[in-house]
């Protein structure tokens, strides 16, 4: 089994709501853009879902990945017709289960110390800034070990 952050990013002052995401993740798809779709996935891994941006640098929810591929976004959800800001331009997604929301987002400001993938706050956004990062099973629980907090 591997370990993932999922990553995506907001680019506006208010791109999304927390107590909304739920609704956002009805279909169970995490948008992934075009060109990013060579991650050894496997049915079983398991993921946590980060969105970084200008006012966001947080841990929402924690889940399952479904299946061993990724699958191309239908027209309606990457021209924004249903806008959904975590598949809203995206070419391809992932499909997850046991979506399981934190009862409140997690800064990763609050972890940095506990976490030894980002070397350094200022590396921050390099860091995080893949769509898919593989972390090792000590790290996920830390940063879910927090969250449950």
């Given at each position: 089994m591997n370990?993932?952050?999922?990553?995506?990013?907001t680019?506006?002052?208010?791109?999304?709501?927390?107590?909304?995401?739920?609704?956002?993740?009805?279909?169970?798809?995490?948008?992934?853009?075009a060109?990013?779709?060579?991650?050894?996935?496997?049915?079983?891994?398991?993921?946590?879902?980060?969105?970084?941006?200008k006012?966001?640098?947080?841990?929402?929810?924690?889940?399952t990945?479904?299946?061993?591929?990724f699958?191309?976004?239908?027209?309606?959800?990457?021209?924004?017709?249903?806008y959904?800001?975590f598949?809203?331009?995206?070419?391809?997604?992932?499909?997850?289960?046991?979506?399981a929301?934190?009862k409140?987002?997690?800064?990763i400001?609050?972890?940095?110390?506990?976490?030894?993938?980002?070397?350094s706050?200022?590396?921050?956004?390099?860091?995080?800034?893949?769509?898919?990062?593989?972390?090792?099973?000590?790290?996920?629980?830390?940063?879910?070990?927090?969250?449950?907090?």
């Amino acid at each position: 089994m591997n370990y993932w952050i999922i990553s995506t990013f907001t680019y506006g002052e208010n791109d999304f709501e927390f107590d909304k995401l739920s609704s956002y993740f009805s279909k169970k798809a995490w948008g992934i853009e075009a060109g990013k779709t060579d991650y050894p996935i496997k049915k079983g891994d398991k993921v946590l879902a980060y969105i970084g941006g200008k006012n966001a640098k947080i841990f929402i929810f924690v889940a399952t990945i479904a299946n061993e591929r990724f699958y191309r976004m239908p027209k309606k959800f990457r021209n924004g017709k249903q806008y959904n800001p975590f598949t809203a331009g995206m070419e391809y997604y992932l499909k997850l289960k046991n979506i399981a929301l934190f009862k409140k987002p997690l800064s990763i400001y609050g972890i940095l110390n506990k976490i030894s993938f980002i070397k350094s706050p200022i590396a921050l956004g390099m860091a995080m800034s893949q769509t898919m990062k593989k972390i090792t099973k000590q790290q996920f629980d830390k940063i879910l070990d927090e969250a449950s907090k």
